[in-house]
């Protein structure tokens, strides 16, 4: 496994690796502070393709004022050798110098499918996602890039972009990975105190809830998904919902409350952000009525 620094050198080791018949290239796309979930991304991308380059780096420009750039968690020994057992070629781990060495005046920008939901509540951040994934595309040439469903509407939005831009890569959405009690995986879980981590199951309970019911016919509609969803989260003294929605995937419409979800044959998404204490944390479902076929 190569562990590059430099836009010059990975792209040059790509161009080796591509002229010298290794197959298609996968780019696993991270933040760092790797877990499973982000090892279910590198075993796929093995599978799939013959170059497996993992980015590692905590992008400023997605980060509002006030979020954790500075304090969001980092430990390079570790991720390299998690990356090392999932098979990674490459490792490409530029420094803030490397991506930006002067103020980005160029930024890439996806409407609408951004302003709502993670949007809404951290103005600028699909900005900063889109326009580092697009650095990454150009740096990098992959022909497929993985990226985990717990971030929906990530996946939505740079589907969208590559659609609109005609970038000749494709996207793999791969399922969310939880821990056994159903949290899901989340470098920023490490910040739950204890008290806050068992409260957070709220989360995946509300999601199964809602899609039992769903599934039984004892509820149908989209208000009434995001009324039992509230419910449940409530049951949690200390969890501060910041959005509990219902919405269509991909295009990520809000449904009308008196929408049903049932027969319509079209992917609906739960999607939560519910605050513990000062963390965040993020979580969805996706829910294909049985005559559709689901896009996940
Ligand atoms: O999902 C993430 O970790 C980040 O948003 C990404 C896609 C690596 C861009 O910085």
Redesign the pocket.
């Known amino acids: 496994m190569k562990v590059i620094r430099t836009i010059e050198e990975l792209r040059a080791e790509v161009k080796h690796r591509t002229s010298t018949g290794a197959g298609p290239v996968g780019l696993v796309?991270?933040?760092g502070y790797l877990h499973e979930g982000h090892a279910s991304l590198m075993k796929r991308a093995r599978e799939m393709t013959g170059t497996v380059v993992l980015s590692i780096?905590v992008?400023p420009i997605?980060f509002g004022p006030g979020e954790d750039f500075e304090t969001y968690p980092r430990d390079e020994q570790r991720d390299l050798a998690v990356a090392e057992s999932n098979g990674v070629d490459i490792v490409f781990i530029p420094g803030v110098q490397e991506m930006y060495p002067k103020p980005t005046k160029t930024k890439v920008a996806v409407s609408e499918l951004t302003s709502l939901l993670c949007g809404a509540s951290r103005p600028g951040h699909f900005d900063g996602?889109t326009t580092?994934?697009n650095k990454l595309f150009n740096i990098v040439k992959p022909d497929f890039a993985f990226?985990g469903m717990k971030?929906a509407q990530?996946v939505a939005v740079i589907e969208q972009m590559v659609y609109d831009l005609n970038l000749d890569v494709k996207i793999v959405p791969c399922p969310i990975v939880r821990e056994a009690d159903g949290l899901a995986l989340s470098s920023r879980n490490v910040y739950l105190k204890p008290e806050e981590r068992e409260q957070a199951l709220v989360l995946s309970r509300s999601l199964n809830t809602a899609l039992e019911q769903l599934e039984k016919g004892s509820i149908t509609t989209a208000g009434e998904v995001r009324d039992l969803l509230t419910k449940v989260i409530s049951e949690s003294p200390i969890a501060d919902i910041d959005y509990a929605e219902v919405l269509s995937f991909p295009d990520m419409i809000p449904l009308e409350n008196d929408s049903r979800l049932s027969g319509t044959g079209n992917a609906t998404i739960l999607a939560l952000a519910v605050r513990f204490g000062k963390t965040r944390l993020i979580d969805n479902a996706l829910f294909q009525s049985k005559e559709g076929i689901p896009h996940v």
Do not use: A, G, R
Request: net charge negative; glycine share 0%; proline share 8%.
């Open positions: 796309p991270t933040m780096f992008n997605q996602v580092v994934v990226f971030d990530q």
